[in-house]
């Protein structure tokens, strides 16, 4: 997985209830990316970072925070979760050509 | 902004057979298409890409086909192995906005023995 981890790698929580999944990677890629999967929409882009502190929204960002403080590391947050969040969500980087590696997922199940 | 269409959702070939997988992108100046492969349980990995200036790139059993005035690349695996069952996602790159790719929905290829 390109050097690429994700944590934890199941969780199960309750509505209402803050998470926060962290991205880690080996690779000093600059690019980080959060993505959900659903069945019958493919991967859908969460929120991205182009640099440490350097963040921005994708096309589902509603409900979703993020942050970066270090290159290696890309947190994404819920705030107060929902079971419209529950999802396998997968964590991508990519050096800043066009080519995207993806970790392993996460599989969220929000009660 | 950029959508992707993929098709089939769902593949089923006997081994041996070739298989061929359709996207179209609605975005005529995106410039890269790559393909992932994704495994039950696992994330995506990326199987071949192409870029806009190219027409048809091979890597030994699977091959990519772009057509921009159509706005339209193809995936073709040929002589199908058990392996192969898997699901496949097209996508393709906004010109705009940092290296953001947009997916198609997926297709499950299965491989009958």
């Known amino acids: 997985d390109a050097g690429i981890t994700q944590s934890p790698r199941h969780k199960v929580t309750e509505t209402g209830t803050p998470v926060t999944l962290r991205c880690h990677q080996t690779e000093n890629h600059r690019y980080m990316y959060w993505y959900r999967q659903d069945p019958g929409h493919g991967l859908r882009l969460i929120h991205y970072?182009?640099?440490?502190?350097?963040?921005d929204k994708g096309e589902v960002s509603d409900g979703y925070s993020v942050s970066r403080s270090k290159t290696e590391d890309f947190l994404l947050t819920l705030e107060s979760a929902t079971s419209s969040q529950t999802s396998v969500y997968f964590c991508?980087?990519?050096?800043?050509?066009?080519?995207?590696?993806f970790g392993p997922g996460t599989r969220l199940l929000v009660l | 902004g950029e959508n992707v269409e993929q098709h089939p959702s769902t593949l089923s070939v006997q081994e041996g057979d070739s298989a061929v997988i359709k996207c179209t992108y609605s975005?005529?100046?995106?410039?890269?298409f790559p393909w992932y492969k994704q495994e039950l349980g696992k994330g995506p990995q990326l199987i071949i890409d192409?870029?806009?200036?190219?027409g048809e790139k091979k890597d030994q059993r699977i091959a990519v086909t772009l057509n921009k005035t159509a706005k339209h690349f193809s995936l073709h695996i040929t002589e199908t192995q058990p392996e192969d069952s898997a699901v496949y996602f097209c996508?393709?790159?906004?010109?705009?906005?940092?290296?953001?790719?947009?997916f198609g929905q997926g297709t499950r290829l299965t491989i009958n023995p």
């Open positions: 996508a393709a790159r906004l010109i705009q906005g940092a290296q953001k790719l947009v």
């Open positions: 192409i870029r806009s200036n190219v």
């Open positions: 970072s182009y640099g440490v502190k350097d963040t």
């Open positions: 991508a980087i990519s050096r800043g050509e066009e080519t995207q590696y």
């Open positions: 975005d005529s100046a995106s410039n890269y």
